[in-house]
C-alpha cells in the first residue's frame, strides 16, 4: 500500500546525459514537492507544484526542470547533469487545507542518483 | 532565511535507555515545528509536529518534542528507545509567512543492544 512512489530506486547516468526521474502517488494529494539531498545534508526543495501552478525555488539552477501531467504523476528533468548533482532526490507530497507551511508531507523513499 | 541545526549528528544509545535529539532555529518569528524519521531505505515520515497550543507535543512510536520559543528550540525526546528506532531523524521548521520548509542534517540515531 505504497502511497508516494519513486522509480527508479537507483539511476547512474553519465555526465551531460539527460535523465528523468519519476514519482506517483496514489494519495490524491494536489501538492507535490522534489527536494535534493545530498550526503551529510539537508534535503534541499527544489520546485513544488499546487496542482498545476509550478513554484520554482529562487535558487534551482536551471537545469532542473518539472513536469506534473496529472494529479497523480510529476517528473524531475535533468538535462546536462554535472558531478555535482549526484545526489538523493526525495518527491513529497501534501493535501493543502492551510497554508504550505503547516501541511503534512508524505515523502516516496527516494532516488540515488549517480553520475559518472 | 531560517537556519535549523541539529547539533548531533550521531547519537548511539542503549537500548532502554532515554534519549534526547537536539534541534534550534534561527528566526524568532512566527514559526511551525516537525520532526521527520527516515528509516535506511525509505522515505521520511511524519513523527510530530507543532502548529500552536500546547508546547509538548506527544508524536507515534512514543516520541515527544518539547517548543521552547525563548531557546528557539524543539528538542525530540523518547524515555525509553528499542532497536527499531535506529533510524535518521530530521528536524524541519516553517514560517507564517512562507511556504518554504527548512531542513536540519539529520542526527543518526543507532540503538545499542
Known amino acids: 500500500d505504497a502511497m508516494v512512489i519513486q522509480n527508479p530506486r537507483y539511476q547512474v547516468t553519465q555526465f551531460g546525459k539527460p535523465v528523468t526521474l519519476s514519482c506517483s502517488q496514489t494519495l490524491n494529494h494536489n501538492v507535490m514537492y522534489w527536494y535534493q539531498q545530498k550526503s551529510s545534508q539537508a534535503p534541499k526543495l527544489l520546485f513544488h507544484y499546487y496542482d498545476k501552478d509550478f513554484n520554482n525555488e529562487a535558487d534551482t539552477p536551471d537545469n532542473f526542470q518539472s513536469r506534473r501531467p496529472n494529479t497523480s504523476f510529476c517528473f524531475l528533468d535533468i538535462r546536462s547533469p554535472g558531478l555535482g548533482d549526484a545526489a538523493m532526490y526525495l518527491c513529497a507530497t501534501s493535501s493543502r487545507w492551510g497554508t504550505l507551511s503547516t501541511d503534512t508531507q508524505y515523502f516516496g523513499p527516494g532516488t540515488r542518483l549517480t553520475v559518472l | 532565511a531560517q537556519s535549523v541545526t541539529q547539533l548531533d549528528s550521531q547519537v548511539p544509545v542503549f537500548e532502554e535507555a532515554p534519549v534526547e535529539l537536539r534541534c534550534n532555529y534561527s528566526?524568532?518569528?512566527?514559526?511551525?515545528l516537525f520532526w521527520y524519521v527516515q528509516y535506511p531505505n525509505q522515505g521520511l515520515q511524519l513523527l510530530l509536529k507543532y502548529l500552536s497550543g500546547s508546547t509538548l507535543v506527544k508524536g507515534i512510536n512514543g516520541f515527544e518534542a518539547e517548543f521552547n520559543k525563548s531557546q528557539t528550540s524543539f528538542h525530540l525526546r523518547k524515555p525509553s528507545v528499542h532497536i527499531s528506532d535506529t533510524a535518521e531523524y530530521f528536524c524541519a521548521v516553517s514560517e507564517d509567512t512562507g511556504n518554504q520548509f527548512y531542513f536540519g542534517t539529520g542526527t543518526s540515531l543507532t540503538v545499542i543492544p
Open positions: 528566526s524568532s518569528v512566527s514559526v511551525y
